[in-house]
């Protein structure tokens, strides 16, 4: 009986569709595996696919496809060690999310998923069926038990393949980022470890996939839940880790321990890991953004400099008549140090020419938000014009207090292909610009320093879109406003606990009507990169006409 077991952990970034680069990918996992001479070699949950695949798996030609993709796989990577890979498997009418053991140019095993997820961004309930709880697959004369995913957020499953006699836990999984997440399954996996007694490898899938960020940190636990391998956060790496058979059973060899940065850092990364990805899999080489002398379009600007490169990005001033001189002066200090393509484009000529237009009809009305947003229009105008022309995608720049109670003008400066901080409050904005001024990373491809100017994070907000113009004036000061939203939004919570937190019921009920009544912008708003388990989009789904308000 072998008294060693070698696993190759590739913690890789696939692309959903992708059946031949998803699968190259796993046959490169498969020959490090083999010349590390690997018993088994392991990839993430549904990796042939991509991963979250929402109802594109359920077309049959396409989950047809990616079977036929894995029964090649097992062809190709015959002659060496097992591979074990998720991917879709459809038998009986039946669809499941399935881990596929292939050996021998054929699959022997296939684990199919118990438990499925049906809250935040997944559907799972809606698009698989459930499986019986399965037992332990043999690789050699070892018996492993693979719960995918969220089977091991739930005890039954491990614990009824330790009793069919599983001697380790390799989980697959496609665990996607928000914050604090890492702490979160740490916990989890150390009870699953402390219920059945053996070592548990947690594998998971890393990049980004329209607004989830998978963030990787595979990490393996022993016995009594001592971390013996914890691999990097938001990095693509293969890792071999070996286990030895003693008299007390499996124990994985202690291997390396990556740090794990804090929340300010993994959520930066977070963003520009998910806009680099978002250019790479749909196509898009560079960017372009309107950049106001704000500190949102500055840290967006800052974001897609440390993704893409600043030779990628280019910023675009677009000022009016209440533009002013710090605004101008502070945008194009912004993009020198960034070092990124700066344009000047006033549009004083284009709005003259729309007020013209509009004056036979507008003529007796009192002026209003109307001709503020005309500004805001025409630069969305100006830029989707720019971004046709040069096949740059459109970056938009409002934050998720912004969204949130809807102050952005749709078809205005909403306009855009991607926001890379839609789910980061407006305080917490001027947190990360003050992070990334005092911090440099080898995954940035921006300059190192102070890169936001001190006076764009010091300066009251303002849209300056009329004379004296301060966010203060339209909204709750923004610390008032993020308070209140963490309640209502994140933590679901009632007017009432606004009021026990110490907010007055004023404030309380003005951002919660501004909330109801901004859904239908959020459902035109561009996608952006998730940080938390309350993001817009797939995890917040709420009718656009709703006249129910808390009376509480």
Same mark, same amino acid.
Request: aromatic letters at 8%; proline letters at 6%.
């Given at each position: ?45 549904? &990796? ?44 009986? !009418? ?25 809250? =935040?961004?997944? !559907? ?94 595979? &990490? ?23 286990? =030895? ?83 101008? !002066? ?66 938009? =720049? ?155």
């Amino acid at each position: 009986m072998a008294d060693r077991f070698r696993i190759t952990l590739a913690q890789l970034n696939p692309t959903v569709g992708d059946l031949d680069g998803n699968a190259a990918l796993a046959e490169k996992a498969w020959q490090a595996g083999k010349e590390a001479e690997a018993d088994l070699v392991a990839l993430p949950e549904m &990796f042939v696919t991509g991963y979250n695949t929402q109802d594109l798996i359920m077309k049959p030609a396409f989950h047809k496809a990616a079977m036929a993709k894995i029964d090649e796989l097992a062809e190709a990577c015959a002659d060496g060690p097992t591979l074990a890979i998720g991917g879709p498997w459809a038998e009986d !009418d039946k669809l499941y999310n399935a881990y596929h053991i292939l050996r021998g140019g054929r699959a022997v095993t296939r684990v199919l998923k118990h438990h499925l997820p049906n809250e =935040t961004v997944f !559907d799972e309930v809606r698009i698989y069926d459930a499986a019986p709880v399965g037992g332990p697959y043999a690789v050699g004369n070892v018996r492993v038990g693979s719960p995918i995913c969220e089977d091991s957020w739930h005890e039954d499953v491990p614990e009824t393949l330790a009793e069919t006699g599983a001697e380790f836990l390799l989980v697959p999984n496609g665990s996607p980022y928000y914050r604090g997440k890492m702490e979160v399954r740490h916990q989890l996996m150390v009870k699953r470890v402390v219920e059945t007694g053996l070592p548990l490898i947690y594998l998971n899938l890393v990049g980004g996939q329209d607004d989830q960020v998978f963030d990787g940190g595979t &990490f393996a636990l022993n016995p009594g839940g001592a971390l013996a391998l914890q691999m990097p956060m938001l990095r693509e790496e293969i890792a071999h880790i070996d286990l =030895t058979r003693g008299d007390e059973g499996w124990r994985i060899e202690q291997g390396p321990l990556a740090k794990l940065p804090d929340t300010l850092e993994t959520d930066y990364h977070a963003m520009v890991w998910a806009l680099r990805d978002y250019m790479r899999k749909t196509g898009f080489k560079k960017v372009l953004l309107g950049l106001s002398g704000g500190v949102d379009s500055a840290i967006v600007a800052t974001i897609a400099a440390d993704a893409l490169g600043p030779e990628n990005v280019r910023c675009v001033m677009l000022p009016s008549e209440y533009t002013s001189q710090s605004s101008l !002066d502070d945008a194009k200090a912004c993009a020198e140090a960034l070092g990124c393509r700066y344009d000047f484009v006033p549009i004083a000529e284009g709005r003259a020419a729309i007020t013209n237009t509009l004056a036979p009809l507008f003529e007796g009305t009192e002026p209003d938000v109307t001709e503020e947003n005309i500004q805001s229009r025409l630069r969305g105008l100006l830029l989707m014009a720019l971004s046709n022309k040069f096949g740059e995608m459109l970056l938009t =720049t409002g934050n998720k207090s912004e969204v949130a109670v809807g102050y952005a003008t749709i078809y205005g400066d909403m306009s855009g292909g991607y926001n890379p901080i839609k789910d980061l409050y407006k305080t917490r904005v001027f947190d990360i610009c003050r992070w990334r001024n005092a911090n440099h990373r080898d995954w940035m491809m921006g300059p190192s320093g102070a890169v936001i100017p001190d006076n764009i994070i010091q300066k009251p907000p303002s849209a300056e879109l009329r004379e004296d113009q301060k966010d203060s004036d339209s909204l709750p000061d923004y610390p008032t406003l993020d308070g209140i939203l963490d309640i209502l939004l994140d933590q679901d919570g009632s007017i009432e606990d606004c009021l026990a937190a110490g907010y007055t019921r004023e404030d309380a009920k003005r951002v919660e009507h501004l909330l109801y009544i901004s859904e239908y912008k959020r459902y035109q708003s561009a996608p952006g990169a998730r940080l938390s388990k309350r993001a817009f989009w797939l995890d917040r789904r709420y009718p656009i006409v709703n006249r129910w308000r808390d009376d509480g």
